[in-house]
T-cell receptor
Framework: GESVGLHLPTLSVQEGDNSIINCAYSNSASDYFIWYKQESGKGPQFIIDIRSNMDKRQGQRVTVLLNKTVKHLSLQIAATQPGDSAVYFCAEMLNDMRFGAGTRLTVKP | NAGVMQNPRHLVRRRGQEARLRCSPMKGHSHVYWYRQLPEEGLKFMVYLQKENIIDESGMPKERFSAEFPKEGPSILRIQQVVRGDSAAYFC????????????FGPGTRLTVL
């Protein structure tokens, strides 16, 4: 799923599978990127960040990949669990933080 | 260490009334950001403030909306003469510095305009 447009794209995966959520950012000069997770009725929560001098960063069960050539960011979630069901936003930072539209991840048991 | 606090969590107003949304940043954070989120949409930047200063209000409507972050007390987002289109979730975030830092989000205020 790609975070474009105003209405949330959705991604549905089976529990235990890997998830890949994509994001196209807008400004080639942006130097800091964050993935946030937002559960229903709650504020966004930080998942992982990456600076523009890196291509890849790994966290616990999550990996962020940055392709500056095509201005593309992806979030990979390993062994997706029901608790991962949420809306995922990428954000780019230049002068201010700008958010993508988000992707809704649904995990099927 | 308490996180970002927002109140009220839910606010109902009738058209034409005023809405005041409050945000207390995390301890030690002097940078505050307000975002609006419509249902099934992403977060839209509204305004960025430091103590007693508005740094960037490029995302805020020119009329009816104002924001402040006084020397003492919470940041306030004020919407005058609310209309139905103002119904949304309003999130506040704070960070210790501006550049290259994670923003910590509050739980949001859900505004409903009748």
């Amino acid at each position: 799923g790609e975070s474009v447009g105003l209405h949330l794209p959705t991604l549905s995966v089976q529990e235990g599978d890997n998830s890949i959520i994509n994001c196209a950012y807008s400004n080639s000069a942006s130097d800091y990127f964050i993935w946030y997770k937002q559960e229903s009725g709650k504020g966004p929560q930080f998942i992982i960040d990456i600076r523009s001098n890196m291509d890849k960063r790994q966290g616990q069960r999550v990996t962020v990949l940055l392709n500056k050539t095509v201005k593309h960011l992806s979030l990979q979630i390993a062994a997706t669990q029901p608790g991962d069901s949420a809306v995922y936003f990428c954000a780019e930072m230049l002068n201010d933080m700008r958010f993508g539209a988000g992707t809704r991840l649904t995990v099927k048991p | 260490n308490a996180g970002v606090m927002q109140n009220p969590r839910h606010l109902v107003r009738r058209r034409g009334q005023e809405a005041r949304l409050r945000c207390s940043p995390m301890k030690g954070h002097s940078h505050v950001y307000w975002y609006r989120q419509l249902p099934e949409e992403g977060l839209k930047f509204m305004v960025y403030l430091q103590k007693e200063n508005i740094i960037d209000e490029s995302g805020m409507p020119k009329e009816r909306f104002s924001a402040e972050f006084p020397k003492e007390g919470p940041s306030i987002l004020r919407i005058q003469q609310v209309v139905r289109g103002d119904s949304a979730a309003y999130f506040c975030a704070s960070s210790p510095t501006r550049q290259g830092n994670e923003q910590f989000f509050g739980p949001g205020t859900r505004l409903t305009v009748l």
